[in-house]
């Protein structure tokens, strides 16, 4: 049975490790659900989640990622206040942190379509659209998963970072947009792994505070239209 029902939870600021075994427990349940199904021969209906949080500074390096893109050892991560995890989604280094909205759509996509480039492509859409709102134009950079401004151009910077991944058409991890984090951080990596590009947010391009909230609504609101979301449940 399909569903488009989306469970919508904002965790806050929660630390990372507690957030990535929460997303790991959800992706499980749909999983073993989808197992169960298939072997009682049952079509009972998966659920769909999206989780927004902030998390505290934090550095994460996805499974083909190189260690050597993080600028800082342990000693100086702490002086800082970071932390940092290697973990299981796809892409590079990336960093965590207040002021930073991160969205975690945890999907079945057999509810949707069952194509990971078209995922990427419709999670890029949605950054795209909600930063167009306030007069931004995100675009894609050939062969770099994320949203950027001025692609093209020596000038081109990175505003929405992304890296996923999926177990039985389960998604799970999602995108980081840069609102009003503090991008001094992405100063001790080179982010995502590429060299020579700049990390903007929000609040650089507009030259003011971006009220969290207002963005999150854009971002559901065009969520809820890439994906044709039939209801929200809050």
């Keep these: 049975m399909i569903n488009k029902t989306v469970q919508i939870q904002d965790l806050g600021l929660k630390d990372y490790q507690e957030t990535w075994e929460y997303q790991s427990t959800l992706l499980q349940e749909i999983v073993d659900l989808k197992i169960a199904n298939r072997k009682a021969q049952t079509d009972l209906p998966t659920s769909n989640y999206f989780l927004f949080v902030e998390h505290p500074h934090v550095y994460t390096l996805g499974k083909s990622g190189d260690l050597s893109n993080l600028l800082l050892n342990e000693a100086q991560l702490e002086a800082k206040g970071a932390r940092f995890y290697k973990i299981n989604r796809g892409g590079d280094i990336t960093y965590h ?3 930073q909205i991160v969205g975690y759509p945890i999907l079945d996509l057999e509810n949707f379509f069952t194509d990971i480039h078209k995922y990427l492509r419709f999670l890029e859409d949605v950054i795209i659209n ?3 709102e306030y007069g931004l134009k995100g675009e894609r950079s050939k062969g770099e998963t994320g ?4 692609v093209g151009t020596p000038f ?3 505003i929405c970072a992304m890296g996923i991944r999926t177990s039985r058409w389960v998604t799970m991890h999602g995108f980081a947009l840069n609102v009003n984090a503090n991008l001094g951080y992405f100063d001790n ?3 995502c792994g590429i060299k020579g590009k700049a990390v903007s947010s929000m609040h650089a391009e507009l030259g003011k505070e971006i009220p969290l909230e207002e963005v999150k609504e854009k971002i559901l609101k065009h969520f809820k239209i890439a994906f044709e979301v039939e209801r929200f449940d809050f």
């Design 97 to 99: 942190g207040p002021g």
């Design 189 to 191: 990596i080179i982010p």
């Design 130 to 132: 909600t930063i167009a």
């Design 147 to 150: 949203v950027w401004l001025d």
């Design 156 to 158: 081109a910077r990175k």
